[in-house]
């Protein structure tokens, strides 16, 4: 049994900062890529950026590049990311997910988190 848990969410002003993060509980991911993805209402859910197993890798959306850092700790088995300069569009509900690999893809992970709302007030 794995399961992933997002923390961090909250409501931030237009500009501001806030940092989420999942944790893996179960057993370890530490071989897989890890990534977050976003969901607003109404809209599809979307990439937002992923590291490898070594955190050396990583991919952001052009949406949240320059703005977003995913990081990585492998002794603690978690993700975090790191977001600046934040955007009421940013608005979304935040998932963790892991796979095998990278991608951009829903389809390409096959471990999910509940969500963190990340909520942007203008």
């Known amino acids: 049994q794995v399961q992933l848990v997002e923390s961090g969410g909250g409501l931030v002003q237009a500009g501001g900062s806030l940092r989420i993060s999942c944790s893996v509980v179960g057993r370890t991911l530490n071989m897989y890529y890890m990534a977050w993805f976003r969901q607003a209402p109404g809209k599809e859910r979307e990439f937002v950026a992923s590291?490898?197993?070594?955190?050396?890798?990583?991919d952001y959306a052009d949406s949240v590049k320059g703005r977003f850092i995913i990081s990585r700790d492998t002794r603690k088995d978690t993700i975090d990311l790191q977001m600046d300069s934040l955007k009421p569009e940013d608005t979304a509900v935040y998932f963790c997910?892991?796979?095998?690999?990278?991608?951009?893809?829903?389809?390409?992970?096959?471990?999910w988190g509940q969500g963190t709302q990340v909520t942007v007030s203008s």
């Open positions: 590291v490898n197993w070594n955190g050396f890798n990583k």
């Open positions: 997910a892991a796979g095998p690999r990278g991608g951009f893809e829903r389809t390409q992970y096959n471990f």
